[in-house]
């Protein structure tokens, strides 16, 4: 199972020199915004929006 922490990983992809640096930036700022968006999701989500199995999976009960 994955975890959060793999998040940190995840780095923003180099553009090609032939890409406008105008869309290039706004690509990059554009994937910032769902990076830091999926981080702040994952790490305030509370137990009331999982599931049983899911709560179960996470405390090592589950297969």
């Known amino acids: 199972m ?3 922490a793999g998040l940190e990983g ?3 992809p ?3 020199s032939e890409m406008p640096a105008e869309d290039a930036r706004a690509l ?3 994937l910032y915004q769902l990076t830091e968006q999926l981080n702040y999701v994952l790490t305030n989500i ?3 929006n999982c599931s049983e199995e899911f709560l179960e ?3 090592g009960e589950g297969a």
Do not use: V
């Open 57 to 59: 999976r996470m405390n």
């Open 2 to 4: 994955a975890s959060l």
């Open 14 to 16: 180099s553009f090609s």
């Open 46 to 48: 509370d137990r009331e």
């Open 28 to 30: 990059r700022n554009y």
């Open 10 to 12: 995840i780095a923003l």
